[in-house]
């Protein structure tokens, strides 16, 4: 790695363990093995390298995103084929040390930092929530649920059980092991996700 990955690395390791604020640009300096003076040739601040750890974030978790289209061909090929590829997914994102520290740096930092709470309103919760209505809508024009369903309320009631047990695993129960905490993870929310769509599929 070159020095401005190894802020980066370092800066994910820190702002996990000692909370954004508790991290200074010479901490990070000490931990990568520079002089302080040093991170600014590749960060004008701590504050930037706040918004790389995000950038990257939200690029990882959607960069191989399934389109609508082959969700609707999954879907096709059966329900339950639709959602295992939708958790796999998700799942495989967040079965990288890296991506579950920046996960739990997000989440802990949402109550102190605005810039982070702002991310976790717009990226974490409403694009997704966005995402998920989408995607009941498209079982709607299937037949495959009722029309006159309610696709937001559909979509929350899924996607924050999920999210809570995120929270539930990078905050209550730290420190969890990842592994068996995603195992669960798909688990859960297949049962949370059939129950959801047993209450709603056309007759």
């Known amino acids: 790695m070159n020095n401005k990955e ?6 994910v390791d820190l702002f996990s363990e000692y909370g954004y604020d508790g991290v200074s ?7 990568v093995g520079i002089k302080e003076s040093s991170i600014y040739n590749h ?18 978790m959607t960069k191989d995103e399934i389109p ?11 329900f339950d084929y639709f959602y295992k590829a939708g958790v796999d997914l998700y799942t495989s994102k967040l079965n990288d040390a890296k ?10 930092e949402t109550y102190h930092n605005e ?3 702002k991310f976790v309103k717009t990226a974490i919760v409403n694009g997704a929530i966005a995402g998920w209505i989408e995607l009941f ?6 037949n495959l649920i009722k029309k006159d369903c309610d ?25 969890e092991d990842d592994e068996t905490f995603l195992k669960e993870l798909a688990k859960k929310s297949e049962i949370q996700m059939k129950l959801i769509y047993n209450s709603v599929k056309s007759d």
């Open 6 to 11: 190894k802020i980066f690395e370092k800066s």
């Open 25 to 31: 640009i010479r901490k990070i300096a000490a931990a």
């Open 43 to 60: 960060y004008k601040s701590k504050e930037s390298i706040l918004d790389a750890i995000l950038a990257y974030y939200i690029n990882e």
């Open 68 to 78: 609508l289209n082959q969700a609707s061909e999954n879907l096709d090929i059966s």
């Open 99 to 108: 991506m579950m520290k920046i996960t739990r740096i997000i989440l802990v």
């Open 115 to 117: 810039k982070i709470r």
């Open 137 to 142: 809508n498209l079982m709607k024009e299937k």
């Open 151 to 175: 696709s937001k309320q559909l979509a929350e009631s899924f996607y924050y059980y999920g999210l809570f047990l995120l929270i539930e695993h990078v905050i209550i129960n730290y420190p």
